[in-house]
């Protein structure tokens, strides 16, 4: 697949100075796909759970907003915040391409994934592989054994993503986000 990345890039930690570009990124994601999810209890202590893609009349636009809060904790030295940025010159400003922050949970042995955003532009030209490649790294340096990254039931591009990074799927928490959304968890070993 082409891309419209022609220049280099890196992938660094991420500064306080990063944040508004972060915030400014397009979140967007574009879909006519969903998971719908069914929950059905024919008898005491059974539950059946089916995941089904649903493929929707026309395509949608799922607006997500940048935590700006959750970005902030990300700078803390314990977490995870990288950015892939262009290379930089003297003669021209960094251009912000994605970010990824992960959240250990060390008792667990746990990198819990809260943001990977690429640039809308930039999508699908190995920007999000390349940032889970240094956080799996990461991971590794501090001791982690897995990667778990939530995705909403309505961002079947995420869903999608985490599949072909390698990621299985490990469960669902139907009250996760502030808006009551279902998040669907992956996970991938990191050893």
């Known amino acids: 697949m082409s891309s419209p990345l022609s220049q280099r890039f890196v992938i660094r930690d ?4 990063d944040l508004p570009a972060c915030v400014a990124l397009d979140h967007t994601v574009e879909t006519d796909v969903v998971l719908q999810m069914k929950i059905y209890q ?6 059946e759970i089916t995941l089904r893609e649903e493929r929707l009349p026309r395509k949608i636009e799922i607006a997500f907003t940048a935590n700006e809060r959750r970005l902030r904790a990300a700078l803390s030295a314990d977490q995870c915040f990288l950015i892939a940025a262009s290379s930089t ?30 640039a809308r532009p930039y999508r699908r030209s190995g920007i999000g592989a390349r940032l889970l490649n240094v956080a799996r790294r990461w991971a590794k340096e501090h001791d982690l054994t ?25 469960g669902f928490n139907d009250r996760h986000y502030p808006n009551q959304d279902i998040a669907v968890f992956f996970t991938q070993s990191v050893r």
């Open 14 to 17: 991420g500064t306080a100075g």
């Open 42 to 47: 024919p008898e005491t202590n059974q539950w």
């Open 89 to 118: 010159t003297d003669a021209l400003p960094s251009m912000l391409f994605g970010y990824l922050t992960l959240r250990p949970e060390p008792l667990e042995g746990v990198g819990m994934i809260t943001d990977i955003v690429v």
């Open 146 to 170: 897995r990667l778990m990254l939530p995705v909403q039931t309505k961002n079947a591009p995420g869903v999608r993503f985490c599949q072909a990074s390698g990621f299985s799927f490990c």
